[in-house]
């Protein structure tokens, strides 16, 4: 049985959460003098909606998913913290982390003293139930899974996710930054099965709007609840609420731009694997390529040199060799190839 309360900390569960007077009345007051906010000036003399509520309803209209299972931070990269705040008590509790993959995990739990355990993927990137189950303790509270993984690129199997989630008691961050290049729904239609189950997705990959900084969190509504108390207030400005609701109505070109990534990672796979100092392109449900070559540091520091600039993870556990390389545009791949060929 899970139960939120003997896994959140106890002075999350207990504080009472920053309000501010337009909480409480929002929408019928016409004279606002209560957050010594300039009455004069630009459009921006108003704190924004702490809610992000028009945002929400967009993209719960998208994700077919309610408004209060939705939590919207400064980037996905906000939540993993917040995560980590709302249930891993410092020096005491950890985390477990499947290796390797994105690096903020580890440096989010580091910032709050959050003690890490790691197990490693298998040779293919996959989870490896056995290792992790035997991996987590009592004070285990979260772990996180990343699929597809960078920066490996692969989803990793969903019976395997779905094994972690029916056996481990703590929360299981399942995080789907890349999920719109592949062909599988992800994890948010299983929401409603699992009460443990968190998913991170963004704004920043297919949705093309890195630079606003909104990442979207998908929980119960009582995960979420426990992630608004503990949130600053106003953590997601105007500018970038109102430009995240006009890109959300482009969800044809988004697609669009999907497509032709997806259709480029497969022309650059098979140029690259051509290449003389390639030795494997692993495959990949993403919109980058990890690719083991001879010498990867040598190669990295030829590419900088010509001004191209990729991931150097060869001193990542099971990446030895390898260079992270997103997909560009048909001519900025073709800059790489021409490059990459004269190495
Ligand atoms: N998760 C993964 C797996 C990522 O690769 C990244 C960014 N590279 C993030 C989260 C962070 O995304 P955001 O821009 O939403 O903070």
């Known amino acids: 049985m899970f139960e939120l309360e003997k896994l959140a900390r106890k002075n999350v569960l207990n504080l009472k959460p920053y309000s501010s007077a337009r ?76 290796q390797p993959t994105y690096g903020m995990y580890t440096v989010s739990a580091e910032i709050n003293n959050v003690k890490i355990k790691t197990v490693k993927l298998t040779a293919d990137f996959d989870l490896d139930v056995e290792s992790t189950t035997s991996a987590w303790d009592d004070q285990t509270k979260l772990i996180f899974l990343c699929s597809p993984n960078n920066p490996s690129g692969n989803l990793l199997s969903s019976n395997r996710i779905r094994k972690i989630l029916e056996t481990f008691k703590g929360i299981v961050v399942v995080d789907e930054a890349y999920i719109d290049f592949t062909h599988v729904p992800g994890f948010i239609p299983l929401l409603g099965q699992y009460p443990n189950l968190v998913i991170l997705q963004t704004l920043s990959k297919a949705w093309s709007m890195a630079a606003l900084r909104v990442g979207m969190c998908f929980a119960s509504q009582e995960i979420i609840a426990l992630l608004n108390k503990i949130k600053p207030p106003y953590n997601i400005s105007l500018l970038s609420q109102k430009t995240a609701e006009d890109g959300l109505n482009n969800e044809i070109t988004k697609n669009e731009w999907v497509a032709k990534i997806i259709q480029e990672r497969k022309n650059l796979a098979e140029d690259i694997k051509k ?12 919109n980058f390529l990890l690719v083991k070559v001879i010498k990867a540091k040598e190669v990295y520091q030829k590419l900088v040199e010509c001004g ?5 993870r060869s001193n990542v ?14 001519k900025e791949n073709e800059a790489l190839l021409n490059e990459l060929n004269t190495i």
Do not use: M, W
């Not at 030795?279 to 449900?285: L, M």
């Not at 060799?321 to 560009?328: A, F, M, N, P, S």
């Open 275 to 286: 290449l003389r100092i390639v030795k494997k392109v692993y495959p990949s449900d993403a």
């Open 317 to 330: 556990v099971l990446c030895e060799d390898c260079l992270r390389i997103t997909v560009g545009t048909e």
């Open 308 to 312: 191209i600039i990729v991931r150097d």
């Open 23 to 98: 909480d409480d009345f929002k929408g019928i007051a016409s004279v606002y003098l209560d957050a010594n906010e300039n009455p004069y000036g630009t459009l921006f003399n108003r704190y924004p909606d702490p809610h992000q509520n028009t945002l929400k309803q967009k993209i719960s209209a998208i994700k077919k998913i309610p408004v209060n299972q939705i939590f919207l931070g400064n980037g996905s990269d906000e939540p993993i913290d917040l995560l980590i705040r709302a249930f891993c008590e410092p020096g005491v509790d950890n985390v477990l982390i499947p």
